[in-house]
């Protein structure tokens, strides 16, 4: 039996383009259809990643424009961020707070377990997920618009790689920026915590700030987060830019799923990364 | 404020002065969506919705998300029983479980990450087509046949994204109970029944309702915010490339915001 098969999404390879046609597929070919998708997909960002590392490890960086990133996805996105984690900061406390008052007389602990959750999961997570969306879409937005205004052919013509000058130096900003924004998370989070848990639940500062439980290897997978959603964030969405066709509709798209697909990245890696913490680092 | 007259500001003034005006740009684009949340209260009364936009937008927004929602939802249910497992081995208390990831679960995590999620898919989306159709004036088009961009555009979209993520909210709830038993019977050995006895024994149906109420917040939040700034696209493709940006920022910020008090609210 044949049905027809809804037309993929094309993807095209950064060196050869390949188009999907519309031939009738059978079911099992139907079926497998998105696997293989996704199949592709992996391999085009493997790819990416392979070639943005190589230019660097080669030292083929951009200094100046490396910083321009650095400003724009950095200090750019500090308000942002901050706005975000105050209230993550003050939700949890007071979230935690009110569940633990169900079942414990005291509230002495909440703080060391508030500051080992922040450190572990909140922190890098909610930090990255908000720059995927700012971050993210800004990135596909403007490779995209040069893909379909042709600059990135005119780059390649004229003898520069497009991956050195375009995707080297977000990827290392988006590395270092992640990293500096999860401490940074951490910290005003933190701070935010102490507030509401000095004026919901009476809690003194000394007591709340009680880094007890927080061992290296909490530090070591908040590191590990950050790297990985930094490395995670301009790779999708410089690969989703690179990939644009179809004029400015076809940007609007591109942008949409570069926020889509980061924030599906950073959740899965986040999983990927929180049962290996769990697994090296077993609560004691 | 136009470039010679800020190089004129004194030194001393130039923080405080785009201080201000931030402030001011925030408080024209709050008043805005005011104003087009008032407007759309108005087209309810009574209701005028064009409904073959209302039925293709559910099944745009909403059917073509789940897949997203749920694959979200059940990687967020194993990510809270991982990070709450430290807390239950230290208090020796493996057997709330259930109970510690179901209410992290129903009352926070999976309905703000859903939000997140909707709002970079759909209202993004949204955004891009509203601020295409600015620039390219067939809003105006609209206007000059005599049709209001309002309830023909802008209700059916703003409807959809709320019924949808109400409805999307349940499907990933569910979703995400089940990540959450999936991992805490490989990592914890906590039974599918030990695990199902704490979460119905300690949650209740209230904390199904916030989620819900919740949601139901977070839509009316994204579906404005993303209208807004749609509707209100200058300067043409790069016009709304800025606009999709800060559409996707105000919404999450808008999501933040509103979680917190209604965490005060909802008790």
Redesign the interface.
């Known amino acids: 039996m044949t049905i027809q098969a809804q037309p993929l999404t094309q993807h095209h390879d950064l060196e050869d383009p390949v188009h999907e046609d519309d031939r009738p597929r059978t079911l099992v070919q139907t079926m497998t259809a998105p696997l293989s998708a996704f199949g592709q997909d992996m391999y085009g960002l493997w790819t990416l990643l392979r070639q943005t590392v190589q230019a660097i490890l080669q030292g083929r960086v951009d200094r100046e424009s490396t910083f321009a990133q650095l400003y724009s996805i950095g200090n750019g996105s500090v308000l942002?961020i901050t706005?975000?984690m105050i209230?993550?900061g003050?939700?949890l406390v007071?979230?935690a707070g009110?569940?633990t008052q169900r079942?414990l007389p005291e509230l002495s602990l909440l703080g060391a377990?508030i500051i080992?959750?922040l450190a572990?999961?909140f922190a890098p997570t909610v930090c990255a997920?908000?720059l995927?969306?700012?971050v993210g879409?800004?990135i596909a937005?403007e490779i995209g618009?040069m893909v379909v205004t042709d600059q990135v052919d005119a780059l390649r013509m004229s003898g520069a790689q497009p991956v050195d000058y375009l995707v080297v130096p977000r990827l290392i900003a988006g590395v270092l920026m992640t990293l500096a924004l999860s401490f940074w998370s951490l910290f005003i989070a933190l701070m935010a915590g102490t507030f509401a848990a000095n004026t919901q639940f009476d809690l003194n500062i000394s007591t709340f700030v009680n880094f007890s439980?927080v061992n290296m290897g909490d530090y070591i997978v908040m590191t590990l987060k950050a790297i990985a959603y930094g490395a995670a964030i301009p790779i999708v969405s410089s690969q989703r830019g690179l990939t644009t066709f179809g004029g400015?509709?076809g940007?609007?798209?591109a942008?949409?799923n570069a926020?889509?697909h980061s924030?599906?990245a950073i959740?899965?890696l986040?999983?990927i990364l929180?049962?290996f913490?769990?697994i090296a680092f077993p609560?004691? | 404020m136009t470039e010679e007259a800020r190089s004129d500001t004194p030194f001393g003034l130039i923080v405080p002065e785009r201080m201000g005006s931030a402030v001011l740009g925030i408080a024209a684009e709050l008043g805005g969506m005011g104003v087009l949340a008032a407007q759309l209260v108005r087209r309810m009364l009574p209701p005028k919705i064009d409904r073959y936009e209302l039925t293709r937008n559910l099944y745009k927004m909403g059917n073509k998300s789940v897949g997203?929602v749920a694959?979200?939802a059940l990687?967020?249910g194993?990510?809270v029983v991982?990070?709450a497992?430290?807390?239950v081995?230290?208090f020796s208390a493996t057997a709330?479980i259930g109970w510690a990831a179901g209410?992290?679960m129903l009352?926070?995590v999976a309905p703000l990450?859903i939000a997140?999620?909707f709002?970079?898919?759909v209202g993004?989306?949204n955004t891009?087509?509203l601020g295409?159709m600015v620039v390219t004036d067939q809003l105006d088009a609209l206007r000059a046949l005599a049709i209001d961009p309002l309830s023909y555009l802008i209700l059916p979209r703003v409807i959809a994204m709320i019924t949808m993520l109400f409805a999307l909210n349940i499907v990933g709830d569910l979703t995400a109970i089940i990540g959450a038993i999936i991992s805490a019977n490989a990592?914890l050995d906590v039974d599918f029944s030990l695990f199902m006895d704490s979460f119905l024994e300690m949650i209740d149906a209230w904390d199904f309702m916030q989620s819900v109420i919740k949601s139901i917040g977070f839509g009316l939040m994204i579906s404005i915010t993303s209208c807004y700034f749609g509707l209100t696209v200058k300067g043409g493709?790069?016009g709304?490339?800025r606009a999709?940006?800060s559409a996707?920022?105000a919404a999450?910020?808008g999501v933040?915001?509103m979680?917190?008090f209604s965490?005060?609210i909802l008790?």
């Open positions: 942002f706005v975000t209230v993550l003050m939700i007071v979230q009110m569940q079942v377990n080992q959750l572990r999961e997920m908000m995927a969306t700012r879409a800004g937005a618009s439980f400015s509709e940007v609007g798209w942008t949409t926020v889509v924030s599906i959740i899965l986040d999983l929180s049962v913490g769990y609560p004691v | 997203i694959s979200t990687f967020v194993g990510i991982i990070q497992a430290p807390l081995v230290r709330i209410f992290a009352r926070e990450l997140l999620m709002s970079g898919r993004a989306n891009a087509e295409t990592l493709a790069p709304v490339g999709v940006n996707v920022v999450a910020i933040f915001v979680d917190y965490t005060y008790k």
